[in-house]
């Protein structure tokens, strides 16, 4: 049963109240660029849409979605208009590799904050093929340290938010890649992170402008690291510096 949306023109479409575990194949609406499943009982996909079905908008937040099913080329669907694609509040145990660093096309945001997510799915059994993306939200899920494999891969990140995801360890493997410095705002709030790799700092990060180290377990203040900033205490910012870090 589809619901079609009265106040969206086509090709804009929405489900509502549709509470279902399988979701049928939508590939023959081939001109769907706008959906949203949230907060129905959504367990999988029959079909994936496939590379060439871009699908500009998606939500399915709030299901109980755990995997993606993919094309013969490992599309779930073609990522070349994406605006926000949201994931929260489903089952994922991996992030899926359904995107590509090497892609020209920028996306918007893709959320999986909320997930069960404690690792990286590598397409083929290679490689994570990394995303190009303004922001990425990974917020509360359980990753335990700070994923190598983002920026390893090429990815390119604008706003990387991985708060509440009980990081403890940060190896600085995880900062070696060459977009590393794509990334201008940094969440890194609420977790259990201790000390921060030697090779944080400007030369990683020159565009950095802001920065959230809050609710974490330092021993010490990491001056070095944030030499960069202008620090925000009780929530007024210093004179000097490039940016904003909360501590």
């Given at each position: 049963r589809l619901?079609?949306c009265?106040?969206?023109?086509?090709?804009c479409?929405?489900?509502?109240?549709?509470?279902?575990?399988?979701?049928p194949?939508?590939?023959?609406?081939?001109?769907?660029?706008?959906?949203?499943?949230?907060?129905?009982?959504?367990?999988?996909?029959?079909?994936p849409?496939?590379?060439?079905?871009?699908?500009?908008?998606?939500?399915?937040s709030?299901?109980?979605?755990?995997?993606?099913?993919?094309?013969?080329?490992?599309?779930?669907?073609?990522?070349?208009?994406?605006?926000?694609?949201?994931?929260?509040?489903?089952?994922?145990?991996?992030?899926?590799?359904?995107?590509?660093?090497?892609?020209?096309?920028?996306?918007g945001?893709?959320?999986?904050?909320?997930?069960?997510?404690t690792?990286?799915?590598?397409?083929?059994?290679?490689?994570?093929?990394?995303?190009?993306?303004e922001?990425l939200?990974?917020?509360?899920?359980?990753?335990?340290?700070?994923?190598?494999?983002?920026?390893?891969?090429?990815?390119?990140?604008n706003?990387?938010?991985?708060?509440?995801c009980?990081?403890?360890?940060?190896?600085?493997?995880?900062?070696?890649g060459?977009?590393?410095?794509?990334?201008?705002?940094?969440?890194?709030?609420?977790?259990?992170?201790?000390?921060?790799?030697?090779?944080?700092?400007?030369?990683?990060?020159?565009?950095?402008?802001?920065?959230?180290?809050?609710?974490?377990?330092?021993?010490?203040?990491?001056?070095?690291?944030?030499?960069?900033?202008?620090?925000?205490?009780?929530?007024?910012?210093?004179?000097?510096?490039?940016?904003i870090?909360?501590?």
């Open positions: 619901i079609i009265p106040f969206c023109p086509v090709p479409q929405r489900m509502w109240n549709v509470l279902f575990a399988r979701t194949d939508l590939r023959p609406m081939k001109k769907l660029g706008f959906l949203d499943m949230q907060n129905n009982q959504i367990e999988e996909f029959e079909a849409f496939g590379k060439d079905h871009n699908l500009g908008t998606l939500n399915l709030n299901n109980h979605l755990k995997a993606l099913p993919r094309d013969d080329q490992g599309y779930f669907a073609g990522f070349e208009a994406v605006e926000t694609w949201s994931f929260a509040g489903n089952e994922f145990t991996e992030f899926p590799d359904i995107f590509d660093a090497d892609s020209p096309f920028l996306i945001t893709i959320n999986f904050s909320q997930n069960k997510i690792s990286f799915e590598k397409r083929g059994g290679d490689k994570f093929h990394g995303l190009n993306v922001i939200n990974l917020s509360f899920n359980p990753l335990g340290s700070f994923p190598e494999c983002i920026y390893e891969s090429g990815t390119k990140v706003y990387l938010v991985l708060r509440a009980n990081i403890r360890e940060f190896p600085e493997e995880a900062l070696e060459d977009y590393v410095f794509y990334t201008m705002a940094l969440d890194l709030a609420a977790n259990r992170i201790k000390t921060l790799p030697k090779n944080f700092n400007a030369l990683k990060f020159p565009y950095m402008s802001g920065l959230d180290l809050s609710s974490n377990a330092f021993d010490g203040f990491a001056y070095r690291a944030l030499a960069w900033f202008a620090f925000c205490v009780d929530g007024a910012p210093a004179t000097k510096g490039g940016g870090a909360y501590l």
